[in-house]
């Protein structure tokens, strides 16, 4: 039956019912089904997020701690042991780390089984979650940044602005963006991590207990940083200012 034909159709009083008739009608029932389409995804990420949430503050019943027992108070990093800052990441890297740790071609003896524990569609809504949170420093002070000396800030910043191309090493922020804001989904934001975390993470890179990255990158000039280019670029890093997503800068 064409359109056209489907669309002469009679009433209950016997009158033809025209196709402006029919068209309106259509037109409602397409309007209704456009709008409940976002609806429904909005109700589905809503319900992603209050699972993301109850996890990163109780974790879940299946081996996975909280989330913020290690990162801090809104998630926002814990200097002192090293934990990162995880709000505000994009969220297909933490997919991509989180999927990694579970597959173990990233090493961290406490973060392997956490990964492990948690199931794919977990992880989605983790990461889903922790990209919308605001990003901040940690609440309490990265007191190896402030204890580094004047010297090895000038040459962290030297280091991360021009590199040093007599050992090619390019600048830091080629790839991470000015001052370590992050760039895209493939290279995370550096400003504001603690020292600890950098310094552990070069670490992996040089041994090659953490995976090799975009065009391996990273296990390629970590391996050319001696102990002090590592401990100058950590301090630099963690001194400045963490960025939220929605300024992050475009590659340069």
């Given at each position: ?58 974790g879940n019943d299946h081996g996975v701690p909280a989330c ?24 297909p890297y933490v997919t991509e780390q989180l999927e990694a ?152």
């Amino acid at each position: 039956m064409t359109f056209l034909a489907a669309s002469r159709r009679f009433n209950a009083g016997g009158d033809v019912v025209g196709r402006s008739t029919h068209h309106r009608r259509l037109w409602g029932l397409l309007a209704i089904v456009g709008l409940a389409v976002p609806v429904c995804v909005m109700g589905q990420t809503t319900a992603q997020d209050a699972r993301a949430a109850a996890i990163t503050e109780k974790g879940n019943d299946h081996g996975v701690p909280a989330c913020v027992s290690c990162h801090g108070p809104h998630l926002l990093g814990n200097p002192a042991l090293g934990y990162p800052r995880i709000a505000g990441q994009s969220a297909p890297y933490v997919t991509e780390q989180l999927e990694a740790l579970a597959s173990g071609t990233r090493k961290n003896p406490l973060m392997m089984p956490i990964a492990k524990a948690l199931t794919p569609a977990e992880r989605e809504a983790l990461a889903h979650y922790l990209s919308g949170l605001p990003v901040g420093r940690a609440p309490t002070p990265d007191t190896l940044a402030q204890r580094a000396d004047s010297a090895t800030r000038h040459a962290g910043e030297v280091l991360a602005m021009r590199g040093r191309w007599a050992d090619t090493l390019p600048a830091c922020d080629r790839c991470h963006g000015p001052g370590g804001i992050g760039v895209g989904t493939a290279f995370p934001p550096l400003a504001g991590q603690p020292v600890r975390y950098l310094t552990d993470q070069l670490h992996m890179w040089q041994q090659g207990t953490r995976g090799p990255g975009p065009l391996d990158l990273m296990s390629t000039i970590a391996k050319r940083m001696s102990e002090e280019d590592v401990a100058a670029v950590a301090a630099y890093y963690a001194l400045q200012p963490p960025t939220p997503p929605t300024a992050k800068a475009s590659r340069p």
